[in-house]
């Protein structure tokens, strides 16, 4: 890719519950962490003034056409009981990414599914085309800009997905029409970032100012809190012209974002109306069960800050969701009748939604602090859930005595779209310099590898190795550790073996193939939670000996290998996924 043809970075940020994004012209601009040319966009079908919109679709009876997206695409307040005569919004689709039980996803309309894609994969794919031709209007509003030649996107993704994740989110962007993959099998105008990682660059300039602890070595945490997770990641400024950081932990992650309260409130609605009359609400009358998690949100998971304990708030059923009158049976119907219809919402009731999702997040920033070598200065939490007043003051009567700093981001819910944009413009500017000669100043230095990485070799077999093991002439396959799990790595830092040889005489190359696992240790390729990066085959001179290695770039793996001679063997690592590791 020609990184000079770049003249605006798009920092995307396609969230659980809320998607936006920022852009950034890049003319006479060098300095990465100066925020002050960078836009985010708050005109939205329908709204003006939100920095992000809902991760909504509204598809027509069929399911095929999108008719709205975003917030329009949410239900308003019903005003009978009538049915609905819209399909049913469709939401929540990017949960079916990620490690979440099966049982916990939302179920998704079956109309959505193809023989080319699952529901939802086609659902990213839709609400990625939809903000996409927003961001192009935008952008392409400066003249000379041309969408797919001179933008770089940059598209955050929770700390915890895979390789395969993030895979099925290039896919769909190139569906949706982001990137054009027709002459680049993988287009390198599509970047992704992790959502913590890009919250750490937005408060490494905007947060440690403000504290004073704008100094090498000051090591803070980011809580980010979004809507399906909550991601987190530890760093340490190690730069500061240019502003640079080290990773210092492994980033972790889980699901307990904001929407798992909202969860436990249905949970408490099948208690009070029963199972059944919920699950006909959500099948006949969608709009109107979508309105009364709407209302809850804005009565009682928003404004509850757990000070009061005398918290009471009333949801009227009748104006609510009208048509739960038809479908709860006669001895609930009478209760309700003797209520008028309010369902009463206490103190202890929403202590008991919010706690097991507040302590699961406490548990992550204990292991994150015990885990740092050193002392953490400051945790900046970002994203919509932090702006809880609740999660705030929970947070902060666990941690305040072991951290210095505990403060919300400046507007949280754009923290990481903006940090997004700002690792768009490193890349880009690092490129650039690369390419003069010039060092490279990446924003991130370092990261911690979440994976041991390793190759499949060929050796012999010993009386301690598996006798089910062996392969033909007394060998077995082994997997030969490179990098372990845990390990701090420098941007382009190299990891080298020497001395491979082929098995025979009259083979031509060499084939390396490349995994990773989750374990600091293992013996072999196969093993539980082993996976295939990818696979390098090197043709063979006359000298029969090479050498393999790889480097971790800023969000791939290159491998390469050479003869011992130092004459560089030039192939192409054959990617199996898309070989990000983060």
């Given at each position: 890719?020609?990184?000079?043809?770049?003249?605006?970075?798009?920092?995307?940020?396609?969230?659980?519950?809320?998607?936006?994004f920022s852009y950034c012209h890049?003319?006479?601009?060098?300095?990465?962490?100066?925020?002050?040319?960078?836009?985010?966009?708050?005109?939205?079908?329908g709204e003006v003034g939100n920095?992000?919109?809902?991760?909504?679709?509204?598809?027509?009876?069929?399911?095929?056409?999108?008719?709205?997206?975003?917030?329009?695409?949410?239900?308003?307040?019903?005003?009978?009981?009538?049915?609905?005569?819209?399909?049913?919004?469709?939401?929540?689709?990017?949960?079916?990414?990620?490690?979440?039980?099966?049982?916990?996803?939302?179920?998704?309309?079956?109309?959505?599914?193809?023989?080319?894609?699952?529901?939802?994969?086609?659902?990213?794919?839709?609400?990625?085309?939809?903000?996409?031709?927003?961001?192009?209007?935008?952008?392409?509003?400066?003249?000379?800009?041309?969408?797919?030649?001179?933008?770089?996107?940059?598209?955050?993704?929770?700390?915890?997905?895979?390789?395969?994740?993030?895979?099925?989110?290039?896919?769909?962007?190139?569906?949706?029409?982001?990137?054009?993959?027709?002459?680049?099998?993988?287009?390198?105008?599509?970047?992704?970032?992790?959502?913590?990682?890009?919250?750490?660059?937005?408060?490494?300039?905007?947060?440690?100012?403000?504290?004073?602890?704008?100094?090498?070595?000051?090591?803070?945490?980011?809580?980010?809190?979004?809507?399906?997770?909550?991601?987190?990641?530890?760093?340490?400024?190690?730069?500061?012209?240019?502003?640079?950081?080290?990773?210092?932990?492994?980033?972790?992650?889980?699901?307990?974002?904001?929407?798992?309260?909202?969860?436990?409130?249905?949970?408490?609605?099948?208690?009070?109306?029963?199972?059944?009359?919920?699950?006909?609400?959500?099948?006949?009358?969608?709009?109107?069960?979508?309105?009364?998690?709407?209302?809850?949100?804005?009565?009682?998971?928003?404004?509850?800050?757990?000070?009061?304990?005398?918290?009471?708030?009333?949801?009227?059923?009748?104006?609510?969701?009208?048509?739960?009158?038809?479908?709860?049976?006669?001895?609930?119907?009478?209760?309700?009748?003797?209520?008028?219809?309010?369902?009463?919402?206490?103190?202890?009731?929403?202590?008991?939604?919010?706690?097991?999702?507040?302590?699961?997040?406490?548990?992550?920033?204990?292991?994150?602090?015990?885990?740092?070598?050193?002392?953490?200065?400051?945790?900046?939490?970002?994203?919509?859930?932090?702006?809880?007043?609740?999660?705030?003051?929970?947070?902060?009567?666990?941690?305040?005595?072991?951290?210095?700093?505990?403060?919300?981001?400046?507007?949280?819910?754009?923290?990481?779209?903006?940090?997004?944009?700002?690792?768009?413009?490193?890349?880009?500017?690092?490129?650039?310099?690369?390419?003069?000669?010039?060092?490279?100043?990446?924003?991130?230095?370092?990261?911690?590898?979440?994976?041991?990485?390793?190759?499949?070799?060929?050796?012999?077999?010993?009386?301690?190795?598996?006798?089910?093991?062996?392969?033909?002439?007394?060998?077995?396959?082994?997997?030969?550790?490179?990098?372990?799990?845990?390990?701090?790595?420098?941007?382009?830092?190299?990891?080298?073996?020497?001395?491979?040889?082929p098995l025979g005489s009259t083979?031509?190359?060499?084939?390396?193939?490349?995994?990773?696992?989750?374990?600091?240790?293992?013996?072999?390729?196969?093993?539980?939670?082993?996976?295939?990066?990818?696979?390098?085959?090197?043709?063979?001179?006359?000298?029969?000996?090479?050498?393999?290695?790889?480097?971790?770039?800023?969000?791939?793996?290159?491998?390469?290998?050479?003869?011992?001679?130092?004459?560089?063997?030039?192939?192409?690592?054959?990617?199996?996924?898309?070989?990000?590791?983060?």
């Amino acid at each position: 890719m020609s990184w000079e043809k770049i003249s605006v970075v798009v920092g995307l940020d396609f969230g659980t519950t809320y998607s936006g994004f920022s852009y950034c012209h890049t003319e006479s601009k060098h300095d990465v962490a100066d925020t002050k040319n960078i836009r985010t966009n708050d005109k939205w079908p329908g709204e003006v003034g939100n920095l992000k919109t809902n991760t909504v679709l509204q598809y027509d009876s069929n399911f095929v056409n999108v008719e709205r997206w975003g917030n329009p695409a949410l239900a308003k307040q019903p005003k009978s009981k009538r049915a609905n005569n819209e399909t049913r919004p469709v939401e929540l689709f990017k949960l079916h990414l990620g490690n979440l039980q099966k049982e916990n996803r939302p179920k998704l309309p079956v109309e959505l599914r193809s023989e080319e894609s699952e529901s939802h994969e086609k659902a990213i794919t839709d609400y990625l085309r939809e903000i996409g031709k927003l961001i192009k209007e935008t952008v392409e509003t400066r003249k000379g800009v041309d969408f797919k030649e001179n933008v770089l996107l940059v598209l955050t993704v929770p700390a915890e997905y895979s390789e395969n994740d993030k895979a099925t989110m290039r896919e769909c962007a190139r569906k949706a029409g982001l990137i054009d993959l027709i002459k680049n099998k993988k287009s390198q105008k599509l970047q992704f970032t992790t959502e913590p990682e890009a919250a750490a660059i937005y408060c490494m300039k905007n947060k440690l100012q403000q504290y004073n602890l704008l100094t090498i070595g000051t090591m803070f945490m980011i809580v980010d809190c979004g809507g399906g997770t909550v991601d987190l990641t530890t760093r340490k400024l190690i730069g500061i012209k240019p502003f640079q950081l080290g990773e210092v932990t492994e980033r972790i992650g889980d699901f307990c974002g904001s929407t798992f309260i909202d969860n436990e409130f249905v949970k408490f609605l099948r208690r009070k109306l029963g199972t059944r009359a919920i699950d006909r609400l959500k099948e006949n009358n969608y709009g109107q069960f979508q309105y009364l998690i709407q209302e809850f949100c804005r009565r009682v998971k928003e404004p509850f800050t757990g000070e009061d304990m005398e918290f009471r708030r009333e949801l009227d059923i009748e104006v609510t969701a009208p048509m739960l009158l038809e479908y709860v049976d006669e001895d609930t119907r009478e209760i309700l009748e003797d209520n008028e219809w309010l369902i009463e919402i206490n103190y202890e009731d929403v202590i008991s939604w919010f706690d097991p999702i507040i302590s699961k997040i406490n548990r992550m920033i204990n292991i994150q602090l015990l885990n740092t070598q050193g002392t953490c200065s400051a945790m900046f939490l970002v994203g919509g859930f932090s702006e809880s007043k609740y999660l705030q003051k929970r947070i902060m009567q666990d941690f305040q005595h072991r951290v210095q700093v505990i403060s919300v981001s400046n507007q949280p819910v754009a923290a990481v779209v903006r940090g997004a944009t700002m690792y768009g413009l490193s890349l880009k500017y690092s490129s650039v310099a690369k390419k003069l000669g010039n060092r490279k100043e990446y924003v991130i230095s370092t990261r911690k590898l979440n994976f041991t990485y390793g190759i499949k070799i060929l050796s012999r077999w010993k009386d301690h190795h598996p006798p089910n093991r062996k392969v033909f002439n007394d060998r077995i396959y082994l997997f030969e550790t490179f990098v372990q799990r845990g390990k701090e790595v420098e941007v382009d830092e190299k990891f080298i073996s020497k001395g491979y040889t082929p098995l025979g005489s009259t083979q031509t190359a060499l084939k390396f193939e490349l995994f990773k696992t989750p374990e600091k240790d293992a013996n072999y390729h196969d093993e539980p939670g082993m996976e295939l990066v990818g696979t390098l085959r090197v043709p063979l001179d006359a000298n029969r000996k090479v050498t393999f290695g790889f480097s971790f770039g800023q969000m791939e793996i290159t491998a390469f290998a050479k003869n011992e001679l130092g004459q560089n063997v030039q192939v192409r690592f054959e990617l199996s996924k898309d070989s990000v590791y983060l």
